[in-house]
């Protein structure tokens, strides 16, 4: 990631972190002389001896994922290929149609296909698992996600832990988690790569910084924190049964929430200057909403909105991923 050393002296030191390296503490001085492997995912982490201002920033989650849009659009037409994406559906919710029809526009505008494969509130779990086999079988569908939730009486994980990494975009088989928790994965889920995204494009600074991350399921909280911590961060988690989350929120220079509880986080609660990111949605009255009130934007250094926020590019990533895992899988088969 470019950025500029000009306002600091030689001697002041910075450290950097990648998704593969334990932080790195260097000179200004030497920065000239230093090639890192992995320079495109380094992330400044906090100037020793200097303070630049960190301005506030209202998100725009949709200008970022047209971005990635135009960046991915302009790989598949390198390629030269089709690729396809499979879209697995079990029930009938308005929310969760609006969602899936948003990837398939967003598919649309990169030249990727997709295939909705549809199924009633009523399938068993048996039928699905068929489904879903014989779906993964077909060569020409280059990735799989399954729409969560799937009707109530059927595990997600007898579904989910049919997907093989290799096809699982989405990061949410037990292989792919197992993978990723290990380091060992080359992609992030989602969410986690939307909240990476945003952290990175405006240098979120978390040395001595208190970062609390609310939320412990598999889609946010989990990975955010599994992350962090690889990055050498020490977040507190809080789970909707954590007693006395007020506490922590209010010391927090950092939120990063997935609780799905809406317009949890109000004004009264945070510090001056807080960096808010938002990866929690619900409905409320028939309308989206966050985890983190509209209001506490005037107290944040940084905000991210629900919508038009996480979410945008949370879809942008998924198709990342795709591309990423279609990569993987040409060069393993030309090795």
Known sequence: MPCSFSSYKPSDSIYLLSHYSSPTLISIGRVAELVYAYASEAYLVRVEGSSPSSP???IDGRKIAEEISEELK???EKRGKILRLGIIYAGSNKAIE???SRKEKFAKNIDIKTKLFRFGEDISTEILKNSVQEILNDDFVGGIIVQLPLPKHI???EIL?????EKDPDLLSPASIEKFEQGESEILPPTLGAIVEII???KVLFENKKTVVLGRGRLVGKPVATWLRRHGVSPKVLGRDTGEKEKDIAKADIIISGIGVPKFIRPEMIRNGVVLIDAGTSEEGGVLS???D???ESKASLFTPTPGGVGPITVAILFKNLLSLKSQKLTSSTA
């Open 155 to 157: 595990p997600p994980e």
């Open 161 to 165: 832990s049919l997907i093989p990494p």
């Open 56 to 58: 506030t920033m209202r």
């Open 74 to 76: 302009k790989e598949v």
């Open 98 to 100: 609006s969602f899936i």
């Open 290 to 292: 966050g985890d983190i």
């Open 200 to 202: 990175t494009r405006n």
């Open 294 to 296: 509209p209001a506490c």
